[in-house]
């Protein structure tokens, strides 16, 4: 009994001096002094007990749904997709972190917190490789059997989906993070019904530039410019959608244009930056308004 009551003394002690210090903080920032208890023990022993559903620094964690994709007037026809929980991105891929992982930065525009552009799909794809290889992750990518980018040449890119490192998002898994994913509100921009709440979309909104990932308000997930900043290159090859229900879909099994997603800091036509809005480039197009963020599987 006695060494119980003093470790229920000694956790008590250490609570109470959790909370002063935690209270404190709070003030400083302006936050109301009422805290509760089990947040301040949750607080303390955060790392006790691991929250296997967090998401790596930098990413959001989608879970797996089922929702309808497409709409009635611009990407039809409308049919159900289901897809497995993945982990996105919170931002387009920047420039510094372009550069941090490739040794360069192609964009036109200069700013390090701005995301990369005036990136062709295959370079894309080759930074997923190589950040996958720099973290000591599995490789998604594969060009003949051979996973090294520096190595590529030409042949038929192929992805294992089921590995563990860093890849592109599949169409669909774009449009349903765009959405909000099973938090969805059913806006039509990424977050907002608002274009400009969420979005850099048109010459007198964003200066015909480029600008800071994450300025605008996020959406539902907490994921940022899925709606304007810069186009972003998807896995899929375009091709027609089917109106038959899906699990997982990958798109088109050959072609020639991959798929754009999310519109452009150039143009003024709000309905590009519709959540289920489609566009394409040919890949090794690049451009100053074409980007890309990355997908890291469960």
Known sequence: MKVLSFLIIVLSSMLIYSQTTYLKIE????????????????MYFANVVPDT????????????????MGDESHSVPMHQVTLSSYYISKTEVTQGQYKAVVGSNPSYFSNVNGPVENVPWYDCISYCNKLSIKEGKPTCYSIDGNTSPSD?????VVCDFTAKGYRLPTEAEWEYAAR?????????????NILDSVAW?????????TLAVGSKKANELGIYDMSGNVYEWCWDWYGSYTSSAQTNPTGATSGSK????????????????????????TPPYWVRNIGFRVVQGQ
């Open 180 to 192: 909000g994913g099973n938090k969805s509100a059913g806006y039509i921009y990424s977050g907002s």
């Open 53 to 68: 559903n967090s998401a790596p620094a930098g990413f959001v964690l989608v879970q797996g749904g089922t929702f309808t």
């Open 258 to 281: 991959r798929v754009l997603r999310g519109g452009s800091y150039m143009y003024s036509s709000s309905a590009l930056y519709l959540s289920a809005y489609r566009y394409w480039a």
């Open 152 to 156: 590529w040449t030409s042949g038929t």
């Open 201 to 209: 979309y048109s010459p007198s909104n964003s200066g015909e530039t």
């Open 27 to 42: 003030k400083n920032v302006g936050v109301t002094d009422s805290v509760k208890l089990s947040e301040i023990s949750k």
